[in-house]
């Protein structure tokens, strides 16, 4: 029998397992959420032995000192010994401040710190609640703000986004991971054009990446592609509309995949898919950073596109959330 050890324990394992795998198929209480790397809510540390090459892949540099390892991403190997990361270890307590509903499916938490983290907008935190059920989810203010702010989309059968917005009210308390991701906006873009594609629920942070650019007085052009199904998913439409007209460097297209709206009308509104308007619109050249945002299959396919269509894949910045329906699913 092979065997790797968590807190002292025999864990056996077959021989393509993952670490995570062969915790879960033991029953035994682990967290976990994208088991692709991304969200780094089932870390483990490494105290003996020699884990195989990737499984510290896409970590910061600062878990990686720590030996954190993905155990998702962690193959498996004999006698290796790992440590469970206490919340203490990773997590800051917080407490929900205020909520407000934007719309049908999406809902504004400000949540209190006890410390501050400091993240670039376009990075995301792992929100955890009192079960262990973890989710990743950008802030879309500045670090430097007291309260963080998040935008929250309620997805079919979502576990944590329709606790947030059927449930939890001010006065929660909550864990909060991070920061997380590298795809945020970086002074060295200062005078490049910008093309932001937010897809449904990527429009939050999406936005965020927009506001710091201007905040920091971007010299180049900047243009923001919404994409969503109806009007609910474009809940930030009138917000952009006036930023569009304050900044004269910034564009704004509201992009419909779903149905005609009756009350959005205007130039600023199109039916398409906002990065087929945006592949429409540019030319594009090696001035420019391309940052897509929003749902994994949009956006890997977006992706894809893009490299195809001859635009330097280091130029391309994606952001994407993974959402699974794990409602049956024994797990912490
Ligand atoms: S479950 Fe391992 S990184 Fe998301």
Redesign the pocket.
């Known amino acids: 029998m092979t065997v790797f050890y968590l807190d002292g324990q025999e864990v056996e394992f077959k021989p393509t397992e993952t670490v ?1 795998d062969a915790l879960i198929r033991h029953g035994q209480q682990v967290n ?11 870390l483990l540390e490494q105290v003996e032995g020699q884990i195989k090459l990737g499984s510290q892949r896409g970590l910061a540099p600062r878990l990686k000192q720590r030996n954190y390892v ?4 962690c193959q498996a190997t004999a006698d290796i010994k790992f440590k469970s990361i206490l919340p203490q270890d990773l997590f800051v307590g917080a407490v929900i401040q205020h909520k407000k509903i934007l719309s049908d499916t999406v809902v504004s938490i400000g949540l209190k710190l006890e410390n501050k983290l400091f993240y670039e907008q376009g990075q995301y935190l792992n929100l955890r609640r009192f079960d262990g059920l973890t989710r990743s989810y950008c802030p879309i203010n500045a670090a430097n703000d007291d309260i963080v702010e998040f935008h929250v989309k309620r997805k079919y059968n979502g576990q944590f986004s329709d606790w947030l917005y059927h449930h939890a009210g001010v006065g929660e308390q909550i864990l909060v991971q991070g920061p997380l991701g590298n795809s945020y906006y970086k002074a060295e873009y200062q005078d490049q054009t910008l093309i932001v594609v937010a897809f449904g629920s990527g429009l939050g942070v999406a936005y965020g990446i927009v506001a710091h650019a201007l905040q920091n007085n971007h010299q180049g052009e900047v243009f923001l592609y919404a994409g969503g199904r109806d009007e609910g998913e474009l809940y930030l439409h009138t917000q952009l509309l006036k930023m569009n007209l304050i900044h004269r460097q910034f564009t704004y297209q509201a992009c419909i995949t779903g149905h005609k709206p009756s009350v959005m009308k205007g130039s600023r509104v199109v039916m398409a898919d906002p990065f087929v308007q945006a592949v429409k619109a540019h030319r594009f050249d090696r001035q420019q950073q391309l940052f897509l945002c929003g749902d994994a299959m949009a956006v890997n396919h977006s992706r894809e596109q893009a490299f195809l269509n001859g635009y330097p894949i280091e130029r391309v910045h994606t952001l994407s959330f993974e959402y699974k329906d794990l409602r049956n699913r024994a797990r912490r």
């Open positions: 995570l976990y959420s994208c088991k692709k790397g991304v969200c780094k809510t089932c993905c155990a998702c991403q």
